[in-house]
């Protein structure tokens, strides 16, 4: 079963700006990779994004944002232009890590987003928006492919649930070009929400721990 960890958030406390944060650390982790690796990048994207999973409105600065709807358009611009800095690295194929929509899949976790004034079933357009802003526009040869994370880290785990609740938006909408699915045990569910997903689309299932 592992041990169930606790959640722990980044809150923003104003303006969201790539440059920030100076030069890209993902840029320097992408040069200094194993020569052998197979894939370019893993991109562990979703802690920004997270926060509204995890706090709602009170994780973003009222005077900053005082529309939620502009810090997720900043957002994704700056994932955008860390996109872009990866690309001119030499990166081809990244791999995002989405952690989102598998909490939504959870319905214990549907009862914490309502304690934080969000809507579990709506929330996933909002999701859906932003993943499809930051991946728009891209290279043709760049391939852009999500892992869904169960917060899976040491053999703890955070969500539970099969992809049901969450499948029409998050296998049937995004705009990438293929899923890493996590199938290792019951916790998953079964196999009937892979009719969402689109036939040029390719879906890697993680059965075997």
């Not at 611009?77 to 929509?101: H, K, M, P, S, W």
Request: net charge negative; with cysteine.
């Amino acid at each position: 079963m592992g041990r169930q960890m606790p959640w722990e958030c980044a809150v923003c406390d104003g303006v969201v700006d790539w440059g920030d944060f100076g030069p890209s650390g993902g840029v320097d982790e992408f040069e200094d990779r194993p020569s052998c690796t197979c894939c370019d990048w893993i991109w562990h994207e979703s802690g920004w994004e997270a926060v509204t999973t995890r706090t709602g409105r009170a994780g973003v600065d009222t005077k900053a944002y005082p529309d939620m709807a502009e810090f997720f358009t900043d957002l994704a611009r700056v994932y955008r232009e860390e996109i872009a800095a990866l690309y001119q690295a030499g990166c081809r194929y990244l791999q995002i890590d989405e952690t989102n929509f598998p909490f939504l899949c959870d319905p214990k976790l549907h009862d914490h987003v309502r304690s934080i004034g969000e809507d579990p079933v709506s929330i996933q357009k909002t999701y859906a928006k932003l993943l499809n802003d930051v991946t728009r526009g891209r290279p043709a040869d760049l391939r852009i492919c999500i892992h869904m994370c169960r917060g899976n880290h040491e053999s703890s785990w955070v969500a539970s649930g099969g992809y049901e609740p969450v499948a029409e938006k998050l296998l049937g909408q995004l705009t990438i070009d293929g899923y890493f699915l996590e199938y290792d045990s019951d916790r998953a569910g079964g196999f009937e929400p892979l009719r969402f997903v689109p036939a040029a689309k390719r879906v890697v299932l993680g059965l075997i721990t």
